[in-house]
């Protein structure tokens, strides 16, 4: 008994130092942005600021593209999540509900893509999208992010269709209903959390991504939120780290907040379509 209760305190001592060096940066961040200059350049840094500003906030906001690259960022998130989810949800059900021609082979492709390193694929993406003139333009950055996007999604609600049993559907018609009827009525709400999942990876994937819109959007006023951060750091010396950031906990806010509107559905989501894949 007591070493299943030292072991149970071992590991419980373990995650919460897991979660403190996971946490720590975040805090350090926001920490950070509250200072004023003579804090944030002591040789003796403190934890907390001494005395809060939000000067930085306003000098982030007030920062040439900021609002501009924001709504650059919210055009290609949600155009992401949008596209991805339907799609995604659409052949997740033919793979989960029906049998055709070259399925197992749809499948085994669709895994092969999420092993491929997506930084291998930047030259023939970059080459393909200038052929067909999507270079420096949003729409390229929403095709790249759905090339990677749509693999993961298809494969966790297909998992989590799975675990759905057709008889349910098959009753709903048997009661009077048509196919379209148990699909709003049956199928919708019970694939919702999965839905909620599938969105959460997309909109985090697509909001926090750096690498495939620095190298396809070359203007300023076509930027991404994660581009003008960068941009903030310039190339001298001299970084003016209270602004750097104020504005990644900015930048932050709308992940965080789209986190906790829909935490309730994640892990149920995640964990029924890990589950039966």
């Known amino acids: 008994m007591n070493r299943r209760l030292s072991r149970k305190v071992a590991w419980d001592a373990l995650g919460l130092v897991v979660f403190a060096v996971m946490v720590f940066p975040v805090f350090w961040m926001v920490s950070t942005a509250f200072k004023n200059e003579d804090q944030i350049n002591s040789f003796n840094p403190t934890w907390l600021p001494l005395h809060p500003t939000l000067a930085h906030f306003r000098t982030a906001l007030h920062r040439q593209y900021f609002w501009t690259d924001i709504k650059n960022t919210l055009i290609v998130v949600l155009v992401t999540v949008g596209i991805a989810v339907v799609l995604a949800f659409l052949a997740a059900l033919a793979l989960a509900k029906y049998r055709f021609t070259g399925r197992n082979l749809f499948i085994v492709l669709m895994i092969g893509i999420q092993m491929l390193p997506p930084i291998g694929l930047i030259i023939p993406l970059y080459v393909l999208l200038g052929r067909y003139g999507e270079v420096n333009k949003l729409t390229g950055v929403i095709l790249v992010y759905l090339t990677f996007a749509l693999p993961f999604s298809v494969w966790t609600l297909r998992g ?27 199928l919708l709400p019970l694939v919702a959390p999965g839905l909620v999942a599938t969105s959460v990876f997309a909109y985090i994937t697509a909001w926090n991504e750096y690498i495939f819109a620095s190298i396809i959007l070359h203007s300023n006023s076509k930027q991404t939120i994660t581009l003008w951060l960068t941009n903030l750091l310039g190339g001298g010396r001299s970084i003016d780290w209270g602004v750097v950031m104020a504005a990644s906990s900015l930048i932050a806010i709308p992940v965080v907040i789209f986190f906790l509107l829909v935490q309730r559905r994640i892990a149920f989501g995640l964990t029924a379509g890990a589950v039966k894949a």
């Open 160 to 186: 989590f269709l799975i675990g759905i049993p057709k008889e349910l559907e098959e009753a709903a018609m048997v009661d009077g209903s048509t196919r379209i009827g148990a699909f709003v009525r049956i």
